[in-house]
């Protein structure tokens, strides 16, 4: 048989798949997977039912779990399936386990972890991010099995945990402890964001930088403001003069979607519970993407004597600490040869040209790309990750699946 007859038939398959596209989904979003840093349990219970599962296709399932002292069970879930090619080649789909919280529920339509499907859109936390890149790799395989093709390539799908909450027991532990696991030949695609068209390949990411910026001030009654410090006012003086960062980090690279550096206040802790005392102490964070041009301990510094400045004014001191440091990793190359396998997958089975870019960071795949090992982050995606009712497409799963099975098959 040849690769255009396989790759016929796969998709032939694929198309069938519906009603057990629904069941996954509803057993996976079922199961919470938070992590220990937002009150979670870990991702144990949907580990555990996708090792059932592919054990029940007749897969082995490899466990290569990281210590955990924070989650009840010790550790963290990190699994490894092969699916045997003709060859040791390997196509790599790497997804996650973890979702994030649902957030404020008021504005969810439905339960969160209750599927709801309503026609082509599947609801529930976790849908798309990340098991999209679950479900649209084990489809594959499951549609391999299910004919009894061997494709050229060995599918390998890696399903890891902690990625919501900085990877060190989800990829980072997988790298540092069984880096062996991977190799510069392999193709590695990170099913973790994408676009609407699916025509987004991304393959270089901006640096991120998390600040905190904790501000000391004077408290006082709020009848005495001249007695005082207001952090709070200071706060509202430092975010406006940072928003000069955007002047002094001008540069723009098309690249990228914003092709800026961008520099958000998000976080803000709480400060005094009442109304009638004026704040003494405020902390704010700082979200910062930053291009990779330009040098994080540069912007920091930059951000330090803007901050110092402005809230000097007014008698307020500004102490600036890092709280995530993730310089950008070499981007992979936009002719490497999982960029062009995913090219000719999307054209084939979506009609378009996809186009390999940068984004504002950061994926899992930084990982990787740090290791030398170049992966590129694809996905049919619609940006609901972690919003309120997030969905994904049933449709994109299938047919994502069909673009992994055109990679393994090494097809035309
Ligand atoms: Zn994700």
Known sequence: ?????????????????????????????????????????????????????????????????????????????????????????????????????????????????????????????????????IVMSLLAVKACLDLKITPPRTIALALVADEETGNDKGLAYLL???????????????????????????????????????????????????????????????????DGLQREFPLQNPLFRPPMSTFEPTKKEANVPNINTIPGRGVFYLDCRVLPDYDLEQVKARIQAIATEAAGKLGVTVAVEPVQWLPSAPPTAPEAPVVKALQQAVRRVYGREAIPQGIGGGTVAAFFRQRGLPAAVWMTANDGAHQPNEFCYLSHLIGDAKVLAHIALGAD
Not at 100 to 116: E, H, I, N
Not at 181 to 186: Q, T, V, W, Y
Not at 197 to 214: C, H, N, P
């Open 1 to 133: 048989m040849t690769t255009t007859e396989m790759f016929r038939l796969l998709c032939e398959r694929l198309d069938t798949y519906q009603e057990q596209v629904i069941e996954l989904q509803r057993q996976l979003v079922s199961r919470v997977a938070l992590g220990p840093e937002v009150g979670g349990v870990g991702e144990t219970a949907k580990a555990a039912f996708l090792t059932d599962l592919l054990q029940s296709w007749g897969l082995k399932v490899h466990h290569y779990p990281a210590p955990d002292t924070r989650v009840p069970a010790g550790e963290r879930p990190n699994l490894v399936v092969y699916l045997p090619g003709q060859s040791s080649e390997k196509v790599w789909v790497l997804s996650h386990l973890d979702v994030v919280p649902p957030g404020d529920l008021t504005l969810w339509d439905s339960d969160p972890f209750t599927l709801r499907v309503d026609g082509d859109r599947l609801y529930g936390r976790g849908t798309e991010d990340d098991h999209h890149g």
């Open 176 to 242: 540092r402890e069984h880096g062996q696991l991977f190799s510069p030949e392999d193709l590695i695609i990170v099913p973790d964001a994408g676009s609407q068209d699916g025509t987004m390949i991304e393959v270089a990411e901006k640096s991120i930088l998390w600040l905190k910026l904790t501000l000391m001030g004077k408290q006082s009654h709020a009848s005495r403001p001249h007695k005082a410090k207001n952090t709070l006012r200071a706060a509202a003086h430092v975010i406006v003069a940072l």
